[in-house]
C-alpha cells in the first residue's frame, strides 16, 4: 500500500464514496463553496515531479465504451504494462480479457465483484498508475482513492462535479504529492497543438478572446438502456441545467491563454435555452409508457456561458449535445493581430497572413508545414496509425508515459482539471441565479502568478 494504512485507505474509501453521493445530491451548487482561496493540507504539486519509472505499471478501471481504447493504446506504448482491470459489468471485463489474451498477455489481474471492487485493484503493489474511465459520479472517489492509495490518477472528464469535490482532489493530491491529471484528449489534436504553437510564436499577437464549445448531437444515446454512455449520462439532463461537459473546447483554450499559468478563471456568467428537444426525441422514438417520457428533462438544449478571466480575457463556452447541426469545438482564438477558428479551419491575420484579414484563409496545409507542433512532427504518424479521435487519444497516453519515465512533469495537472471542470457547477448556479455571475475558486492558492507556461515539448 505504499506506506499507506489499509484499514484507513478503506474508511477514506467509504468516506470518498459518501461525500460524492451527497455531491451528487446538491450539485447545482447550493451548499458548494463558491469562491475564494483555502488553506493548504499539503504542498503545492505545480509542477510536480515523481522519480523516473523504467516501467508503468497501469491499472484501468473501466474499460467500457471510452475505456476500451486505453487497453490498444496502453499495449501499444514501450515501457507501459498493463496489470490490473476493474469493470462491474461482466461482458465488458471478458472483452478485455480477450483483448489481452490477442495480446499474448495473461498475467493481468480482473476485478469485478461489486461497485467497490475498484479497491482490490488499488490495493495491488504492481500498479503505478489508475486510468479512471467510468460514468461520472465516479470520477471523484475513485481518484481521491487511487491518490491515497499512493498512486497517481488519471481521470476522464470531467474530474468532479461540484466544487467540493474538485477542492477535494486538489487537497488529497496536494496531500499525497501525487498526480491528477484529467485525461483531456482535445489537447493532444493536431490543429489544438498547432495553434499552441502558433500562439507561443506570438502570431496572433495579444490574446483577447476564445470561444470553446462540446456542440455534438447524442439523442441517440438515450436509446442505450442497460449500458454503454446513454444508460447513465442520459440522467443528468433531467438533474442538472448548464454546461454538462465543458472541456473538450475549454481545455486547449485554456492553455493557449495560459490559464493557471500567468492568469486564471475569474468569474463566470451562464444562461440555457429552453429545454425541448430531449423531450421531443422521447415521445418521437419511444412508447408512451417508457421510463425516457418519464424523465423532466431540465437542461437547456443550448447552455452558453460567458468567462472573464483575472487578465481581463473573454471566453465563451457552449454546450449543445441535443440539437440537430453538425459537429463542433469552436477552437477559436483571437489576438490583436488575427484570428484562428476551428470546424472548418481557417485564419485571418493583420500581419503575417497570405491575404486580406476580411477573407479566412482555408487551406492548412501552409500553416501545418511552418508552424506543427514539434509533438506531432514526432509523434503525429504512429498516433494517427494507433487512432483514437485522429490519434490525439494515443499521443495523449504516449506523452503521459514518456513524462513518468523520464521525470517530466505531466502537461496538465489537477489544478488544470479542477478550473476546466469547475465550470459545470458554476453554470448550473448561474443559470439558476438568472445569470448572475459565480466566481471560480483560485485552486492554485495564488501560485498560477509565478508559474510558467505551458512550453512546446516535443
Same mark, same amino acid.
Given at each position: 500500500m505504499s506506506g499507506w494504512d489499509r484499514r484507513g485507505f478503506l474508511k477514506a474509501s467509504m468516506a470518498s464514496v459518501a461525500s460524492a453521493a451527497l455531491a451528487a445530491c446538491a450539485q447545482g451548487g447550493a451548499t458548494a463553496p463558491s469562491a475564494g482561496t483555502r488553506k493548504s493540507v499539503g504542498k503545492s504539486v505545480m509542477g510536480l515531479v515523481v522519480p523516473a519509472m523504467a516501467e508503468v505499471r497501469v491499472g484501468l478501471i473501466g474499460v467500457g465504451e471510452r475505456g476500451v481504447g486505453y487497453i490498444h493504446h496502453f499495449n501499444n506504448i514501450e515501457g507501459a504494462r498493463i496489470t490490473a482491470?476493474?469493470?462491474?459489468?461482466?461482458?465488458?471485463?471478458?472483452?478485455?480479457?480477450?483483448?489481452?489474451? $490477442?495480446?499474448?498477455?495473461?498475467?493481468?489481474?480482473y476485478f469485478g465483484q461489486g461497485e467497490l471492487a475498484y479497491r482490490d485493484l488499488l490495493a495491488r503493489e504492481d500498479v503505478d498508475i489508475v486510468v479512471i474511465s467510468t460514468p461520472?459520479?465516479? /470520477?471523484?472517489?475513485m481518484a481521491k482513492d487511487t491518490m491515497l492509495a499512493g498512486k497517481h490518477a488519471c481521470v476522464e472528464v470531467p474530474?468532479?462535479?461540484?466544487?467540493?469535490?474538485?477542492?477535494?482532489?486538489?487537497?488529497?493530491? $496536494?496531500?499525497?504529492?501525487?498526480n491528477c491529471m484529467m485525461l483531456e484528449n482535445v489537447c493532444y489534436g493536431r490543429d489544438e497543438l498547432m495553434v499552441l504553437n502558433m500562439v507561443r510564436q506570438g502570431v496572433f499577437g495579444e490574446l483577447l478572446h476564445g470561444e470553446a464549445a462540446y456542440i455534438h448531437e447524442l439523442r441517440w444515446q438515450m436509446k442505450e438502456m442497460e449500458r454503454k454512455t446513454g444508460s447513465w449520462r442520459t440522467k443528468y439532463h433531467s438533474q442538472i441545467?448548464?454546461?454538462?461537459?465543458?472541456? &473538450? +473546447?475549454?481545455?486547449?483554450?485554456?492553455?493557449?491563454?495560459?490559464?493557471?499559468? +500567468?492568469?486564471?478563471?475569474?468569474?463566470?456568467?451562464?444562461?440555457?435555452?429552453?429545454?425541448?428537444?430531449?423531450?421531443?426525441?422521447?415521445?418521437?422514438?419511444?412508447?408512451?409508457? /417508457?421510463?425516457?417520457?418519464?424523465?423532466?428533462?431540465?437542461?437547456?438544449d443550448m447552455n452558453t456561458s460567458l468567462i472573464k478571466t483575472v487578465r481581463g480575457r473573454t471566453i465563451m463556452?457552449? /454546450?449543445?449535445?441535443?440539437?440537430?447541426?453538425?459537429?463542433?469545438?469552436?477552437?477559436?482564438?483571437?489576438?490583436?493581430?488575427?484570428?484562428?477558428? +476551428?470546424?472548418?479551419?481557417?485564419?485571418?491575420? $493583420?500581419?503575417?497572413?497570405?491575404?486580406?484579414? &476580411?477573407?479566412?484563409?482555408?487551406?492548412m496545409e501552409h500553416w501545418y508545414g511552418k508552424y506543427d507542433h514539434p509533438l506531432w512532427l514526432r509523434m503525429g504518424a504512429e498516433a494517427e496509425k494507433n487512432g483514437g479521435h485522429g490519434g490525439m487519444d494515443f499521443l495523449m497516453c504516449w506523452r503521459l508515459i514518456y513524462c513518468l519515465r523520464n521525470a517530466e512533469p505531466l502537461d496538465q495537472d489537477v489544478y488544470d482539471g479542477a478550473a476546466w471542470s469547475a465550470v459545470q457547477p458554476l453554470s448550473a448556479m448561474s443559470v439558476a441565479d438568472r445569470g448572475n455571475s459565480k466566481d471560480f475558486p483560485d485552486f492554485t492558492r495564488g501560485l498560477w502568478q509565478s508559474a510558467k507556461p505551458l512550453g512546446i515539448v516535443g
Amino acid at each position: 500500500m505504499s506506506g499507506w494504512d489499509r484499514r484507513g485507505f478503506l474508511k477514506a474509501s467509504m468516506a470518498s464514496v459518501a461525500s460524492a453521493a451527497l455531491a451528487a445530491c446538491a450539485q447545482g451548487g447550493a451548499t458548494a463553496p463558491s469562491a475564494g482561496t483555502r488553506k493548504s493540507v499539503g504542498k503545492s504539486v505545480m509542477g510536480l515531479v515523481v522519480p523516473a519509472m523504467a516501467e508503468v505499471r497501469v491499472g484501468l478501471i473501466g474499460v467500457g465504451e471510452r475505456g476500451v481504447g486505453y487497453i490498444h493504446h496502453f499495449n501499444n506504448i514501450e515501457g507501459a504494462r498493463i496489470t490490473a482491470i476493474c469493470d462491474t459489468d461482466p461482458q465488458v471485463l471478458d472483452r478485455a480479457r480477450k483483448i489481452m489474451a $490477442e495480446q499474448g498477455d495473461n498475467q493481468v489481474a480482473y476485478f469485478g465483484q461489486g461497485e467497490l471492487a475498484y479497491r482490490d485493484l488499488l490495493a495491488r503493489e504492481d500498479v503505478d498508475i489508475v486510468v479512471i474511465s467510468t460514468p461520472w459520479e465516479w /470520477h471523484h472517489p475513485m481518484a481521491k482513492d487511487t491518490m491515497l492509495a499512493g498512486k497517481h490518477a488519471c481521470v476522464e472528464v470531467p474530474m468532479g462535479l461540484s466544487l467540493t469535490e474538485l477542492w477535494d482532489l486538489v487537497d488529497t493530491a $496536494e496531500l499525497t504529492q501525487r498526480n491528477c491529471m484529467m485525461l483531456e484528449n482535445v489537447c493532444y489534436g493536431r490543429d489544438e497543438l498547432m495553434v499552441l504553437n502558433m500562439v507561443r510564436q506570438g502570431v496572433f499577437g495579444e490574446l483577447l478572446h476564445g470561444e470553446a464549445a462540446y456542440i455534438h448531437e447524442l439523442r441517440w444515446q438515450m436509446k442505450e438502456m442497460e449500458r454503454k454512455t446513454g444508460s447513465w449520462r442520459t440522467k443528468y439532463h433531467s438533474q442538472i441545467n448548464g454546461n454538462l461537459y465543458p472541456t &473538450h +473546447g475549454l481545455g486547449p483554450v485554456s492553455q493557449y491563454m495560459n490559464i493557471n499559468r +500567468g492568469d486564471r478563471f475569474d468569474y463566470l456568467s451562464s444562461m440555457s435555452s429552453p429545454a425541448v428537444g430531449r423531450a421531443a426525441y422521447a415521445k418521437r422514438e419511444f412508447a408512451a409508457d /417508457h421510463p425516457r417520457n418519464a424523465m423532466n428533462y431540465i437542461c437547456g438544449d443550448m447552455n452558453t456561458s460567458l468567462i472573464k478571466t483575472v487578465r481581463g480575457r473573454t471566453i465563451m463556452v457552449q /454546450h449543445d449535445t441535443t440539437t440537430p447541426r453538425p459537429y463542433s469545438r469552436h477552437n477559436l482564438i483571437q489576438g490583436s493581430n488575427g484570428v484562428f477558428a +476551428g470546424f472548418p479551419n481557417r485564419i485571418a491575420l $493583420e500581419n503575417g497572413g497570405r491575404g486580406s484579414y &476580411h477573407d479566412w484563409d482555408l487551406d492548412m496545409e501552409h500553416w501545418y508545414g511552418k508552424y506543427d507542433h514539434p509533438l506531432w512532427l514526432r509523434m503525429g504518424a504512429e498516433a494517427e496509425k494507433n487512432g483514437g479521435h485522429g490519434g490525439m487519444d494515443f499521443l495523449m497516453c504516449w506523452r503521459l508515459i514518456y513524462c513518468l519515465r523520464n521525470a517530466e512533469p505531466l502537461d496538465q495537472d489537477v489544478y488544470d482539471g479542477a478550473a476546466w471542470s469547475a465550470v459545470q457547477p458554476l453554470s448550473a448556479m448561474s443559470v439558476a441565479d438568472r445569470g448572475n455571475s459565480k466566481d471560480f475558486p483560485d485552486f492554485t492558492r495564488g501560485l498560477w502568478q509565478s508559474a510558467k507556461p505551458l512550453g512546446i515539448v516535443g
